[in-house]
């Protein structure tokens, strides 16, 4: 069939002319959009409302902030020294003020600087000076270097006396500096991962070049169309966005090679023309790339769902990367596999008419000893996911304080909790107030006498018109930690006691108010993703498998991984890595993640099952399926983790949280959910797997007894 007749599209990909033809094209693309995908950096977007639940209250209340004056990242400046201050510590805060005031690079105010604060009890021991410092939408680039000139000018620690820089921009500063590289951070160490796998994987040193070229196509063309997007039709991306892009599109792409290069090689063996085994292997894998492409894409466009603008803009950029992904390995792969020949293998070639070792290879015993009793297997399996699912009872999503989110603590943080000795917690961090004018006095006489509001003035902040558009701008000082769970109960309070204030219309913003409302959005985003994720899932698998039971089977198998993940994973946070809790949307990303690329290695088993079944029987077909797919898939689910475990490199808590979730979930997919339960249940349930299609109404089928013997003897 050198022709290429019956291979459809695939012969297209790999033919002794087109080969060159797609070649060509992938270069052509690269040499167009390498330049953009350059610039994704700086069409990163990380203003605070582009992260926000889209219609909050704490949303609408910074737009409406931004009417009185551009949007605010105050600095906190925090001397302090147990014994009380020195005459010498007061003239080195109003030199280190006098300095601060000179300050207008990067959008720092200092000239507004107001004077010092000194703790009102008794000898003061210890002062804070505000910086105010204006955002927009380069802010992110702005506050590392502005707070390094505020650090300048108030210098270090010394003499007993402490100095910390804080507050907002403190805070944003130190969270900017561990974003700082992140792109290049997480490509060197999933490529890494990909190139460490790959190695022992194919235990080739020249064929891993051939998926990683296509991989670092795939991730060049989808930066430049997300960086494109952003341009020219308003796609928001976002630090968090493009560094979980590289992740995904190294990971899910090297999984999609991985598959491809087991089946090539399997045809190889049985056909002399490459040309020929590539037509076959896209023709028979191809489905299955496909299908797993589509369920990556389609969960993650089901994101934009969401009501938080950082998970809902978050769906579309992985949809791009992983569809390019898909793209560049049905394509670009397969060609350069095609135009380098066999030698690409070396030093163990495929050679045609060679036997083919996964026959009586490890999976292939393992499928054996399944066969023996395989409800036994998948029960025992069942019993102990869930088991490990009962880690969830220590699993605390309700979110991370700011001292919480990093691994280490940088001096925002030492500072925070000095500042929170001597000063109200909230200082520097105020809820933001915004009401009718003519309900001023009302607004204010219920802010000040709610409780957990400390006893400073509510008032508009010097220098700013109070009154604008017939609307009024007030603050005021938290008493509490302003990300702890006291502070959002004093938000939830206020918004309370205003909504008494007849015809005030008064909102409350500000941080706390922010936390307040996207742990509201994020609740509701699970009850309506997780949902919608299950049934996108659901349908494709339909049309994969034409079957309902075999879908439904295979995600029950992947939803109660989930949960054990969940349970392991909180159980390691907890009691070994010693976090204090989990951000708000871990569980919602993890699920989409781990439902999304954990069905892939389902898909990559069931759909070789189903193809074995219709010749052999499903008994059969599940014992040549695991034997044929068990090694690429156990390679693909250890890349798959590794590229996830890259997160850890990453100072933030919930990245480190979301990297080891992924991994774990992968993990028990590959080894227990896939090896075990989803093997046992198509040799338990048989052709019952397949109704209601034909194959299920099959006579011929070979009871899991007959087939354990066919397959040792085979």
């Not at 085994?277 to 496909?290: E, K, Q, Y």
């Not at 392991?568 to 699920?591: K, M, N, Q, W």
Request: net charge negative; glycine share 10%.
């Amino acid at each position: 069939m050198s022709d290429g007749k019956g291979r459809g599209v695939a012969w297209l990909v790999c033919g002794r002319r087109s080969k060159w033809l797609m070649l060509v094209l992938w270069v052509g693309v690269l040499f167009a959009l390498g330049p953009l995908a350059q610039k994704l950096t700086d069409a990163q977007d990380n203003q605070t409302v582009n992260w926000l639940p889209k219609e909050a209250e704490s949303t609408q209340v910074l737009r409406e902030s931004e009417e009185f004056r551009p949007e605010q990242m105050p600095t906190v400046i925090v001397y302090a020294r147990e014994a009380g201050l020195t005459d010498a510590d007061r003239s080195r805060i109003e030199e280190d003020l006098a300095g601060l005031r000179t300050l207008s690079e990067n959008g720092l105010r200092g000239k507004e600087t107001p004077d010092p604060q000194y703790e009102k009890r008794g000898t003061p021991r210890a002062a804070q000076v505000i910086v105010p410092m204006t955002t927009g939408e380069d802010a992110w680039k702005r506050i590392v270097p502005a707070v390094d000139d505020i650090k300048e000018k108030v210098g270090e620690s010394e003499g007993g006396l402490t100095v910390h820089v804080t507050g907002p921009g403190g805070a944003n500063a130190d969270f900017a500096e561990g974003f700082e590289g992140i792109d290049s951070t997480l490509l060197i160490a999933a490529m890494s991962v990909v190139i460490i796998m790959l190695l022992l994987t194919y235990r080739s040193p020249t064929l891993l070049f051939v998926p990683l070229i296509s991989v670092v196509v795939a991730l060049t063309a989808s930066q430049a169309i997300v960086y494109l997007l952003a341009e020219h039709a308003g796609l928001t991306v976002n630090g968090q966005s493009a560094g979980i892009l590289t992740v995904l599109v190294f990971g899910a792409g090297t999984d999609y090679a991985l598959l491809l290069v087991a089946r090539y090689r399997e045809e190889l063996r049985r056909h002399e023309d490459r040309h020929e085994a590539m037509a076959l292997a896209l023709h028979r894998a191809g489905p299955a790339v496909l299908a797993s492409g589509a369920t990556v894409v389609a969960a993650m466009m089901v994101l934009m769902a969401a009501d938080m603008s950082s998970t809902a803009s978050l769906g579309p950029v992985l949809a791009i990367g992983v569809g390019v992904a898909v793209l560049a390995l049905m394509t670009l792969f397969p060609a350069l596999l095609v135009i380098v020949g066999r030698w690409i293998f070396w030093p163990v070639r495929p050679d045609f008419g060679s036997a083919e070792p996964t026959a009586r290879g490890f999976w292939a015993r393992t499928g054996n000893r399944i066969s023996h009793r395989p409800r036994t297997v998948w029960v025992v399996g069942a019993l102990g996911l869930a088991a490990l699912s009962l880690g969830l009872m220590q699993l605390k999503a309700s979110g991370l304080s700011y001292e919480d989110s990093f691994t280490s603590r940088p001096d925002s943080i030492k500072g925070a909790e000095v500042q929170a000795r001597y000063f109200p917690a909230g200082g520097g961090d105020p809820l933001v107030i915004t009401a009718k004018a003519d309900s001023a006095d009302q607004v204010k006489a219920a802010v000040a006498g709610t409780r957990g509001v400390a006893d400073e003035p509510v008032a508009t902040p010097r220098g700013m018109d109070p009154v604008h558009n017939g609307r009024v701008y007030l603050e005021a000082t938290l008493a509490d930690n302003p990300s702890g769970t006291a502070a959002k109960d004093t938000v939830d309070r206020l918004r309370g006691e205003l909504d008494e204030v007849t015809g005030a219309d008064a909102r409350v913003g500000g941080t706390t108010a922010a936390i307040v409302d996207m742990d509201t959005a994020v609740a509701r985003d699970d009850r309506v993703i997780i949902p919608l994720v299950l049934v996108a899932v659901f349908i494709i698998l339909l049309i994969l498998l034409r079957a309902v039971v075999a879908p439904l089977m295979l995600m029950a198998t992947v939803v109660l991984s989930f949960a054990a993940a969940l349970g392991i994973s909180a159980l390691f946070f907890r009691h070994v890595f010693g976090f204090a809790g989990e951000d708000t949307a871990f569980p919602l990303l993890v699920f989409v993640f781990l439902v999304a690329l954990g069905i892939d290695y389902n898909i990559f088993l069931a759909t070789r099952i189903r193809e074995e079944a219709i010749r052999k029987g499903t008994a059969q077909g599940a014992l040549t399926g695991l034997a044929a797919t068990g090694g690429v898939i156990t390679s693909a689910g250890l890349v798959l983790a590794g590229t996830f475990a890259a997160f850890a490199t990453i100072p933030m808590v919930s990245f480190a949280e979301i990297g080891f979730a992924v991994a774990v979930g992968v993990l028990l997919d590959t080894f227990i959910v896939r090896s075990m339960l989803v093997t046992a249940l198509f040799l338990d349930l048989g052709k019952r797997s397949w109704w209601p299609s034909e194959l299920s109404k099959r006579e011929e089928e070979q009871p899991a007894e007959e087939a354990r013997e066919t397959s040792r003897a085979g």
